[in-house]
């Protein structure tokens, strides 16, 4: 669990979280729109893939402001 910390607060890991999804939905978005946008399992993997990021991101930015709080013993 301490190394799941160590790298959820960890500034470069979120840049290249950032950059890697930000390249994969410029690669999905125009399939998506062109070819895919009535097909169930593009929008489910959409659907999945928003939830999952958001989530991850989210536990990142909650262990980073815990990590700025100096009166928590993390």
Do not use: C, E
Not at 32 to 57: C, E, Q
Request: no cysteine.
């Amino acid at each position: 669990m301490q190394r799941l910390r160590k790298i959820a607060v960890n500034p470069r890991f979120w840049q290249i979280f950032h950059g890697v999804n930000a390249g994969k939905w410029v690669v999905l978005f125009p399939l998506g729109m062109i070819w895919l946008r009535d097909s169930v399992p593009f929008l489910m993997y959409v659907s999945l893939d928003t939830a999952l990021t958001g989530s991850l991101a989210a536990y990142g930015a909650a262990l980073g402001a815990r990590k700025a709080d100096p009166d928590d013993p993390l």
